[in-house]
């Protein structure tokens, strides 16, 4: 399994930005993808974004445009830039891996708060 913390959350206004940040213990090369996902109480757990090992990425409607995933192959680093933040963006995010096509996402980070609120 990979081990992914992650970082920089935290509260902010609405219209603001974050950018998460997720250090994993191996190489991305060795990762099919990276996922972040989040969860709001009360709510399913939703794939926000997801970065693959040839470097395209895909996102969830509800952030596109305004979220944009990245990677630092040399920190064997991914990011979530979110910018023009809503309250319901508000969840815990966590950053996952899926080491394989076949295989689903089954490496998890911690999780971090995100509070966007006045």
């Known amino acids: 399994q990979v081990q992914l913390v992650e970082s920089g959350g935290g509260l902010v206004q609405p219209g603001g930005s974050l950018r998460l940040s997720c250090a994993a213990s191996?190489?991305?090369?060795?990762?099919?993808?990276m996922g972040w996902y989040r969860q709001a109480p009360g709510s399913q757990r939703e794939l926000v974004a997801s970065?693959?090992?040839?470097?395209?990425?895909q996102y969830a409607d509800s952030v596109k445009g305004r979220f944009t995933i990245s990677r630092d192959s040399a920190k064997s680093t991914v990011y979530l830039q979110m910018n023009s933040l809503k309250p319901e963006d508000t969840a815990l995010y966590y950053c996952?891996?899926?080491?394989?096509?076949?295989?689903?996402?089954?490496?998890w980070g911690q999780g971090i708060q995100v509070t966007v609120s006045s």
């Open positions: 970065i693959f090992r040839t470097g395209s990425s």
């Open positions: 191996i190489s991305l090369f060795g990762i099919y993808a």
């Open positions: 996952a891996a899926k080491q394989t096509l076949q295989t689903d996402f089954g490496s």
